[in-house]
């Protein structure tokens, strides 16, 4: 489920470039405080790794960059996506019920809330990206540090390592009971991929963007397109909507 969340403000809405830990805060602050702290603090386990399991878009607006911000005017758009239906009604309810909420420094309300619910019926869908796609492993270097590789789509490993992940997912929420390993998922670009650095918390991240077709199973598929493709999802990545 899809959830867009239309904003406006008296003052301009001001972010750093680098924001995404921004609006991850301000959504944790937005949602029920015992879901919060869940999400914030354990979230969905499985084999060792940990699953909040919702994702958000850049934000969306008729921006100009000032320097090292960027400046939104009055008005901006948020897309936050998650398969958690306890999650969505907690978004969706403190959107409404607030009449001052804060993306940083910026006071703002909610002007306007739309509701999607993107189904996947078919085992291949056409995405645009919301938010970069991110997708990488960690290695251990000979002195024991941890090294961090990045992917990009037609590179080695790339599909594989989104369809791993997705099947994590799945099991976290127990979404599939059996069948899981068949097919592969494959990622196709369709036109130019865009390569983006971003700054989260001081830690540079590499993801991309663009249009493509992804095949595979269509319970994979739908949980990428309601929790995200690749890693890093509640950090703001991998949001996608269908075309």
Excluded at 115 to 136: A, G, R
Excluded at 217 to 235: H, M, P, T
Aim: hydrophobic share 35%.
């Amino acid at each position: 489920m899809q959830i867009s969340i239309s904003f406006i403000s008296e003052k301009n809405i001001v972010l750093p470039i680098h924001y995404n830990n921004i609006i991850q805060a301000f959504i944790y602050n937005n949602i029920d405080n015992k879901l919060s702290r869940f999400l914030h603090d354990k979230g969905y386990i499985t084999n060792g790794r940990s699953f909040k399991m919702f994702t958000y878009s850049r934000v969306i607006g008729d921006w100009r960059a000032e320097e090292d911000r960027f400046n939104f005017g009055k008005k901006a758009k948020l897309i936050i996506s998650s398969p958690l239906d306890n999650f969505c009604k907690s978004v969706a309810n403190s959107m409404l019920q607030s009449n001052h909420l804060f993306i940083g420094q910026n006071s703002i309300q909610t002007e306007r809330i739309q509701i999607d619910n993107q189904i996947v019926d078919k085992d291949e869908i056409i995405i645009d990206t919301l938010s970069p796609i991110v997708v990488y492993s960690t290695f251990i270097k000979p002195d024991n540090s941890k090294y961090t590789c990045y992917f990009m789509p037609r590179e080695p490993d790339f599909n594989r390592l989104v369809k791993e992940n997705l099947v994590r997912k799945c099991n976290a929420v127990n979404t599939i009971t059996n069948g899981i390993g068949e097919p592969n998922v494959e990622v196709i670009p369709l036109g130019k991929v865009r390569q983006h650095l971003t700054y989260y918390k001081k830690t540079i991240v590499k993801g991309a963007s663009g249009r493509f077709l992804i095949k595979g199973r269509k319970e994979l598929l739908q949980i990428g397109v309601d929790a995200g493709f690749g890693s890093k999802n509640s950090q703001g990545f991998g949001c996608v909507k269908i075309i």
